[in-house]
């Protein structure tokens, strides 16, 4: 069993960065891939970013180069480092254990 608790999400403007973060408690050895999703208002939850637990990372075509997924092992936390932001990043942002377990959401909004 897998708990998440995501957090860092705020207001930003336009161009401005925000780092979220995913703590998991239980078996964080057992997480073989951590994604992030995100949802804006209206539209369906849709895959951003993902990372294994080989360090292997995978992106949406849209944050490409704007977006970093990193792990911390010792601290049982992923992270989404999120660089010149735009307004259409605005979503409750998710994190994902295994395809499997869902963390509550951070909501992310950038203004224009």
């Known amino acids: 069993q897998v708990q998440l608790a995501e957090s860092g999400g705020g207001l930003v403007q336009t161009g401005g960065s925000l780092r979220l973060s995913c703590a998991a408690s239980?078996?964080?050895?057992?997480?073989?891939?951590m994604g992030w999703y995100r949802q804006a208002p209206g539209k369906q939850r849709e895959w951003v970013a993902q990372?294994?637990?080989?360090?292997?990372?995978n992106y949406k075509d849209s944050v490409k180069g704007r977006f970093t997924v990193s792990r911390d092992n010792a601290k049982n936390t992923v992270y989404l480092q999120m660089n010149s932001l735009k307004p259409e990043d605005t979503a409750v942002y998710y994190c994902?254990?295994?395809?499997?377990?869902w963390g509550r959401g951070t909501q992310v909004t950038v203004s224009s």
């Open positions: 994902r254990a295994n395809y499997s377990y």
């Open positions: 239980g078996n964080f050895f057992s997480i073989n891939v």
């Open positions: 990372i294994t637990s080989g360090g292997s990372t």
